[in-house]
């Protein structure tokens, strides 16, 4: 889908940095503006969770190629707590990985960087016009232990053995809180990410039982736990 591009006055150029970000102010006649990096931050990212019942084992597989939309914040003086949300951004993993198979619920995160941009013009020289967003994935992978088991109640009977959500159609998965970065901004950024076949998720259920969505039938749902 194409963007129309930001209208500039004659005689006012603008330097787009790799950050790729549109410009937030317009500089006088002839005035050159970019957006320049910071500094940079690790951050994790939240792709999925599993919620295995039991001795059932859920996990997530995910590949090089998959993208992951992750929210952007803005700020006029670029301190913390003076952060909001804005805009998005598309991140990709550059390598393959796959969890182990657990019985424990869990989401599951890849290690991201993110930049902290400022807007100089050539005339008048800083702006106060901050961005925080994605620069590039690390490679890094990890998981974390999840608390209060949710109640799915869109539900389809399953036998023993193995259960892959790993087709497009569907709800994405959507986590408001998923960019792990309000240690640095005051707020978390959002994830929205779909199944596909470069980002699988994984049950073993141990005996028949139940799949159950969240938001639509287990084949359709943005997210998926197993029953009895």
Not at 146 to 158: F, H, K, M, Q
Not at 194 to 204: G, P
């Amino acid at each position: 889908m194409s963007r129309a591009r930001p209208f500039l006055p004659a005689g006012c150029a603008f330097l787009l940095a790799a950050s790729s970000l549109a410009p937030a102010a317009v500089g006088a006649a002839g005035e050159i503006c970019s957006w320049r990096l910071l500094s940079t931050s690790d951050r994790w990212v939240v792709i999925g969770e599993t919620w295995p019942y039991g001795s059932d084992k859920g996990w997530m597989e995910s590949s090089s190629s998959h993208s992951l939309t992750v929210g952007m914040a803005v700020s006029s003086s670029g301190t913390y707590g003076s952060w909001t949300a804005s805009g998005s951004s598309t991140s990709s993993s550059g390598v393959t990985f796959e969890w182990a198979e657990s019985s424990a619920a869990r989401d599951y995160r890849v290690q991201e960087r993110f930049g902290k941009y400022r807007l100089w013009c050539s005339t008048s020289g800083w702006r106060n016009d901050y961005r925080e967003k994605y620069v590039l994935s690390t490679g890094g992978y990890t998981n974390v232990l999840l608390g209060t088991r949710p109640n799915y109640a869109n539900c389809a009977p399953v036998g023993a053995g193995l259960w892959k959500r790993d087709a497009s159609t569907g709800n994405h998965s959507v986590f408001s809180t998923g960019v792990k970065i309000s240690s640095l901004l005051g707020i978390d950024l959002s994830v929205d990410t779909n199944y596909a076949s470069t980002r699988i998720l994984n049950y073993r259920l141990a005996t028949p039982g139940k799949v159950c969505g969240n938001d639509a039938v287990p084949s359709l749902a943005g997210k998926v736990m197993t029953s009895r």
